[in-house]
């Protein structure tokens, strides 16, 4: 009995089971599936970004197309989705509804006064209604 266990140890699969056993103790699935997922984070998170902007500096968002490959040209990885100018609008869109709650939110938690001043103006185009 003895012998077949030392010549168990020796042999090709008891080699590759110990080898299993030791990547599953270093937990290289999840490791793998948490890289994954931060890249794919990553890159969304460039593109929002890029969004972001254009919406904050007021250019047409048929520009996003262009503006994601001048990135990509320019070593920034980017994707292979969210590049068209339908997504950046509706990416603007989630952005701006984010940016009314958090605002609402920090209102409505605000434990003090505060005060709204209204400011009529006129342009050439319409006449103040007085």
């Known amino acids: 009995m003895r012998k077949k266990l030392h010549d168990q140890e020796k042999t090709k699969a008891h ?17 793998a599936l948490k890289k994954g997922c931060s890249r794919a984070l990553a890159t969304t998170a460039r593109c929002f970004r ?3 902007k254009m ?4 250019k047409p968002f048929t520009d996003y197309p262009d ?6 040209l320019n070593g920034v990885d980017m994707g292979r989705v969210l590049h068209s100018n339908v997504v950046a609008k ?3 869109s989630f952005i701006s509804r984010q940016l009314k709650t958090a605002t609402l939110k920090q209102l409505l938690e605000y434990d ?3 005060s709204v ?3 009529e103006s006129t342009s ?7």
């Open 55 to 58: 919406a904050k500096t007021g």
């Open 124 to 130: 050439l185009r319409a006449l103040s209604a007085s």
């Open 15 to 31: 080699e590759v089971a110990g080898e299993i056993n030791r990547l599953a103790s270093q937990n290289t699935l999840p490791n």
């Open 90 to 92: 509706d990416i603007a």
């Open 50 to 52: 890029t969004v972001y």
């Open 67 to 72: 503006s994601v490959e001048l990135q990509e």
């Open 117 to 119: 001043l209204l400011d």
């Open 112 to 114: 003090g006064y505060f």
